[in-house]
């Protein structure tokens, strides 16, 4: 490859909202083995909706709302998009969201907790629910249905007792099957990471084709990326809601669009269209600026 066909790869790439840093980023992009993609808000939309709202140990419609309404009241300080779900359920039912004594804190990947005038309230994966104690037996077959269906559950839960299960249900962007079609077309692997569940992500991956690693906290998303780097260079594309590491720590960060300022700042490219289908075209450019067409 020469200087010329380097820029002039830029440059094309640019006018198609494939944005690449320089040429050492197109020179590993087009020999890169493995694509690593975040789901929420990458491969789906990220804008959840609730979809079920179940009481545990029976309860009427009042005891519903009332524990939806404590969720959206933990999830108020939050920008997760499961907690922007739950407000806009709360919302929508012109439910009365009660204030947090003292705000509430969030920790990445579990899930948020607030004290309310009726309690501490805590929303977040039935796993935290389970090692907290607050899931009996009796709520498993309920929350395993739920995620086969490729729903995400949280469990809201009062000093220490589960409320109610919310189940939300995030869309695959249109193109994310032919886009993940594509890359394998391309010789290229692809894989999800993320922190949702595994059976949820599984009807997510299998619908889309391709591998799963789930169940990812923040930090082992940047251990699966050094993991599978063993196997050749590694583009890691995510949106940078709590993907930051990730992106940086891939041999290239890739971020969507509509991703967040921090995660156009710490990632080697972005794709300005927010299409799955761009990540191929990206490592098409990548190879055509190399002279590496295959
Ligand atoms: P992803 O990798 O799909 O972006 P996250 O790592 O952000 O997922 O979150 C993993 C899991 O932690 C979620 O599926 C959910 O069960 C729980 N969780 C995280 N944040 C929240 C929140 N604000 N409200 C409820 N649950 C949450
Ligand atoms: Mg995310």
Redesign the pocket.
Known sequence: STPAAIAAAIANGARRGLLAKGGATLETLAHVRTIAF????TL?RGEPRVTDVTPLGGGDAAQIDAALAK?AA??MG?S????LA?IAEAEARGLAIPRTLDGSA???????SGQLDSGLVS??????AREAGALPASADALVTQLETDGK???VVSEDGVALAVIALRDEPRDDAAAGVAELKALGVTPVM?????TR??DAIGAKLGLAVQA????GD?LAAIERLQRSGPVAMVGDG???APALAAASVGVAMGGGTDVALETADAALLRNRIGDVASLIRLARAGMGNIR
């Open positions: 975040d789901k929420t808000g789906t969720a933990v999830e939050s997760h998009p499961l907690g739950i969030a920790t990445a990947g579990k899930g948020v929303v977040g994966s039935p796993r935290q995400t559950v949280v990471l993320t922190g949702d569940n949820t992500a169940e990812l906290l923040p998303k809601i709590n993907d």
